[in-house]
C-alpha cells in the first residue's frame, strides 16, 4: 500500500534550470495538492485538482505550472528555477468530501 | 483568505507532562479543523480532526477542543512520551479547496 509517492526525493537546480516534480497516489482519491514547506513558514498551498482534468490556484501559484495527467498523476513544474523556490515540496491526496488529506514523504528542492 | 494563527512556535515540557498547543481561525465559514504530526524527514500525518458541530474529540492521549464563538481550537497531549516529539500543525477548511495550515508548532520531550 504505497499511498502518495513522489519523485525525486532530491534535486539540485541552477536558477533558470526548468524540472518536473512527479506525484502519483494509488487511492482512487479525486483531489490532489502541491505544498511548499519553508522554515517558520508552514505548509502554504501552490495549485490543487478538485478532480482529473481540473486544476485550481492556491495561495502561492507564481513560477509554477500543474498537469492533473490523469486520476492517479498531479505534476509541478518549475519552468525557469529561482532560489526563492528552494523549498520542501509536498503532494497530496483527498478522497472529496472527506477533506483528510494523505501527504508523500516530500522533495527536498534546492536553486543555486 | 482564511488565515490561521498557532502558538507557541516552539514548546518544551518533561516527559509525562501535560502539552497545549492553540490555534485562531479568521473564516467563521470554516468547519473543519484537523491536527499534523510531521516526524523528522516525513510528510505530516493526521492525528486527530474535529468538525463544527462538536466541541471536543478525544483520542487515547491526545484531545482537540473547539470554540467556534471564539474561533479557536486546540490541541491537547497528556502524558507526554518521546514519540510525541515532533512538529505540529493545525489548519482550518471550509470545503473542498484545501486547508489552510498555521506555522507549526515544533514540540520537544525533555527527558
Known amino acids: 500500500n504505497a499511498g502518495v509517492t513522489q519523485t525525486p526525493k532530491f534535486q539540485v537546480l541552477k536558477t533558470g534550470q526548468s524540472m518536473t516534480l512527479q506525484c502519483a497516489q494509488d487511492?482512487?482519491?479525486?483531489?490532489m495538492y502541491w505544498y511548499r514547506q519553508d522554515p517558520g513558514m508552514g505548509l502554504r498551498l501552490i495549485y490543487y485538482?478538485?478532480?482529473?482534468?481540473?486544476?485550481d490556484k492556491g495561495e502561492v501559484p507564481n513560477g509554477y505550472n500543474v498537469s492533473r495527467l490523469n486520476k492517479r498523476e498531479f505534476s509541478l513544474r518549475l519552468e525557469s528555477a529561482a532560489p526563492s523556490q528552494t523549498s520542501v515540496y509536498f503532494c497530496?491526496?483527498?478522497?472529496?468530501?472527506?477533506?483528510?488529506?494523505?501527504f508523500g514523504a516530500g522533495s527536498r528542492l534546492t536553486v543555486l | 483568505g482564511e488565515n490561521v494563527e498557532q502558538h507557541p512556535s516552539t514548546l518544551s515540557v518533561q516527559e509525562g507532562d501535560s502539552a497545549v498547543i492553540k490555534c485562531t481561525y479568521s473564516?467563521?465559514?470554516?468547519?473543519?479543523f484537523p491536527w499534523y504530526k510531521q516526524e523528522l524527514g516525513k510528510g505530516p500525518q493526521l492525528i486527530i480532526d474535529?468538525?463544527?458541530?462538536?466541541g471536543e474529540k478525544k483520542d487515547q492521549r491526545i484531545a482537540v477542543t473547539l470554540n467556534k464563538t471564539a474561533k479557536h481550537f486546540s490541541l491537547h497531549i497528556t502524558e507526554t512520551q518521546p514519540e510525541d516529539s515532533a512538529v505540529y500543525f493545525c489548519?482550518?477548511?471550509?470545503?473542498?479547496?484545501?486547508?489552510?495550515f498555521g506555522k507549526g508548532t515544533h514540540l520537544i520531550i525533555q527527558p
Open positions: 497530496a491526496s483527498e478522497n472529496s468530501g472527506a477533506n483528510v488529506l494523505t
Open positions: 487511492m482512487n482519491h479525486n483531489s
Open positions: 485538482s478538485a478532480s482529473e482534468g481540473t486544476t
Open positions: 473564516d467563521s465559514a470554516s468547519n473543519y
Open positions: 474535529i468538525r463544527s458541530n462538536v
Open positions: 489548519a482550518a477548511s471550509k470545503g473542498a479547496d484545501g486547508l489552510t
